[in-house]
């Protein structure tokens, strides 16, 4: 049984520039969550997609955004990418309430 | 708003010893999931061990085991006959029971190293 599938594990990107991450839970799940992982702040929650609508969002700016498809695949968006947005994003996804999450193995971003 | 503390940054033992790692949380639910990951250096969180509030016996996984205090809002993880490959950060981490909030709120983490 395939994992939580990151692409890609790195990227480097230019301040002011924009960025795609893609993510495919494992068959089966249908939610699936992003968080952000920095030295400073840890772990930090950025949305969760259930059935292609977004039912959870954390405190990021608008600038992060994503999106679900039908077949449960995920995107995430970050426009406008500042220094700061360096960081581990991982994904994860949840066959149901309570299981606990399977995540991948993230994709580091690194913005010069 | 809940939140979850683990007070050891760091942590070092020796092969074959025994290591607990605390976490205290701060919620006014009753009926939530606690977990404890590990990231090792492939990045990869793995889930080690999962509690549901509302049972009382303690979790156990192999070499881990949890000691969960609901009242005290407490959520130990204790490794038994510690391995090398058990070197890795550990996150302590907490979850509504709700089926329209799956978010999972983690602590800072505790780097464990075990020495050879």
């Known amino acids: 049984k395939a994992g939580v599938t990151q692409t890609p594990r790195y990227l480097i990107k230019t301040r002011g520039q924009q960025v795609t991450l893609s993510c495919s839970p494992i068959?089966?799940?249908?939610?699936v969550s992003w968080y952000q992982q920095t030295p400073g702040q840890g772990l930090q929650f950025l949305f969760e997609y259930f059935s292609e609508t977004q039912r959870n969002k954390g405190n990021f700016p608008g600038r992060f955004s994503g999106r679900q498809f039908s077949n449960s695949r995920s995107e995430m968006n970050v426009s406008t990418l500042e220094l700061g947005d360096s960081a581990l994003y991982l994904c994860a996804s949840n066959l149901g309430t309570g299981s606990g999450y399977t995540f991948g193995s993230g994709t580091r971003l690194t913005v010069v | 708003a809940q939140t979850v503390t683990q007070s050891q940054p760091e942590m070092s033992v020796q092969e074959a010893e025994t290591v607990t790692l605390s976490c205290t949380y701060d919620t006014s639910e009753n009926n939530y999931y606690l977990f404890w990951y590990k990231q090792p250096p492939s990045r990869q969180m793995i889930l080690v061990i999962r509690q549901e509030a509302y049972k009382q016996q303690n979790a156990t996984e192999n070499r881990f085991s949890v000691n969960f205090q609901k009242a005290a809002k407490s959520f130990s993880l204790k490794i038994s006959d510690s391995q090398l490959g058990d070197t890795a950060m550990y996150f302590c981490a907490f979850m509504k029971h709700a089926s329209r909030d799956d978010k999972i709120i983690f602590g800072k983490g505790t780097r464990l190293h075990i020495l050879p």
């Open positions: 068959s089966g799940h249908r939610s």
